[in-house]
């Protein structure tokens, strides 16, 4: 989001919490996350797809709840609200074409009327025939997810997504030859998704409560945190929702101190780090060890306050309507391991890989029978690199997760030599071992983005080889 749409979040959502109460809250908050989908959506060089790309986001969502919503749910009042209040928003939308010279919702003009009305029509009738087999069909749940996850890994790899847009310009007539791998962004997918997975995990293995449409919408669209997180789950997200609200003077009071901190986390230290922080070109370019772990030091802070000045934003955002969105960061380059760190650090997709990825992975593993080490080594070096594969499928983000796995089971076989062997009963000596953990640990994690940071390999082994002097 960039200053102009937070301010824009901002002032709407201070008219939500003072105007509004009860259902009229969630509907309006539903209405404008459905909107927000298009305005924060980037501009794409395929023509009206900065339309069609929220049209399918929002198909996507009504289309899981749909399939995972009690039988015979949508015919609720309430439900039928909520389908009206997304037609209605994606109609809008389509409608500006008619009313205002210029997009103001979209970055360029929506395509006709008629064909956002067949776009809907056809949604209606794809979201009824997959609700129909989702009775009959079991398996309906793994497909979607294996849907969703499929979307995700053509869009963050460099390759496919250059080949989906060849696909798209053959398709609507566009020369290819200028294709490229970014003509085809998708705002704030990579959190959708595991919004959406989540929901049909948690349908698949009976613990997913009863969530109504506009509740549910709204929980995996929700505005603040649309295109940079936290990863919600859908109960919590409910429960505040279904809250009796009232803005006071104190709740504003702690959600403008936390979108302030935000902001200057954001817009002033991160934008300024920015300038000197490790890139592709500062790579090759700087050629002494000193000027090379500063720009590595710039770097490593400068995604940290970009990262939780977001959050900041979304949480103070969020906050002003009775949302309370999880934290995502607790000072992470504070902490004296490498595991500490992955508790404090992004903590919400950590919290998701490790409950629907690394805790049944080890349930799966501990039936073969190999030892305790090789199972601890498979389950944190496939996890991080899960997590690196989600940040993009390229080769760097692949070794930026071998890292980290690789780290953090040394740490842990560290740790558990040291708790049998190592009695410390000396307070100066623990405090001293404590801080040198610190070091330790922010020193890793800062060579660790060396390969977040690069698009090559050949890349980040220069700016290694520069830092040790070699």
Not at 417 to 445: M, W, Y
């Amino acid at each position: 989001m960039g200053l102009t749409q937070i301010f824009a979040s901002i002032l709407t959502i201070l008219l939500v919490a003072i105007l509004t109460r009860g259902t009229s809250r969630v509907l309006s908050l539903l209405a404008l996350s459905v909107l927000a989908v298009f305005w924060f959506q980037p501009s794409v060089p395929l023509r009206s797809f900065d339309f069609w790309i929220p049209s399918l986001t929002i198909f996507l969502v009504v289309a899981v709840w749909f399939i995972t919503s009690q039988t015979g749910a949508w015919k609720s009042r309430q439900n039928l609200i909520g389908l009206a209040v997304i037609a209605g928003a994606i109609t809008l939308v389509g409608l500006t074409r008619y009313i205002f010279p210029d997009p103001i919702l979209t970055t360029t003009t929506p395509p006709r009327l008629i064909l956002v009305i067949g776009f809907i029509m056809i949604a209606g009738i794809s979201i009824a025939a997959l609700t129909f087999l989702s009775r009959r069909l079991a398996f309906t749940l793994t497909l979607a997810i294996v849907l969703l996850i499929t979307i995700l890994l053509i869009l963050k790899s460099p390759t496919l997504s250059l080949q989906l847009s060849i696909f798209l310009r053959e398709l609507t007539g566009r020369p290819t030859d200028t294709a490229s791998a970014l003509d085809f962004r998708w705002l704030g997918f990579s959190y959708i998704s595991f919004r959406l997975i989540h929901v049909l995990r948690d349908k698949q293995t009976g613990r997913l409560p009863e969530l109504s449409l506009p509740e549910f919408a709204t929980y995996v669209v929700f505005f603040p945190s649309l295109s940079a997180g936290p990863i919600d789950r859908a109960e919590r997200f409910a429960s505040d929702l279904r809250k009796d609200f009232a803005l006071t003077q104190d709740e504003t009071l702690q959600a403008g101190q936390r979108i302030v901190i935000g902001l200057f986390k954001k817009f002033v230290v991160a934008d300024a780090l920015a300038l000197m922080a490790l890139n592709d070109t500062l790579a090759t370019q700087v050629r002494y060890t000193g000027w090379m772990w500063i720009i590595l030091y710039a770097y490593t802070f400068q995604i940290y306050f970009d990262f939780s000045g977001y959050t900041d934003i979304a949480i103070g955002i969020a906050r002003l309507v009775g949302i309370k969105l999880p934290e995502n960061f607790s000072s992470p380059y504070t902490k004296p391991n490498l595991t500490q760190f992955w508790n404090s650090w992004h903590i919400t997709l950590t919290q998701w890989i490790r409950s629907y990825f690394f805790n049944p992975f080890n349930r799966w593993i501990r039936g073969y029978k190999i030892p305790t080490w090789t199972m601890l080594l498979l389950g944190q070096l496939s996890t991080m690199l899960i997590i690196g594969l989600w940040h993009g499928v390229t080769v760097n983000f692949i070794l930026w997760g071998a890292w980290h796995g690789l780290g953090l089971f040394i740490q842990n076989r560290w740790s558990d030599l040291a708790k049998k062997r190592i009695v410390i009963s000396n307070p100066r000596l623990q405090v001293a071992l404590n801080v040198g953990g610190i070091l330790l640990t922010f020193h890793f994690v800062a060579l660790g983005w060396v390969f977040f940071a690069l698009s090559d390999p050949s890349l980040s082994q220069t700016v290694f080889m520069k830092l040790f002097g070699l």
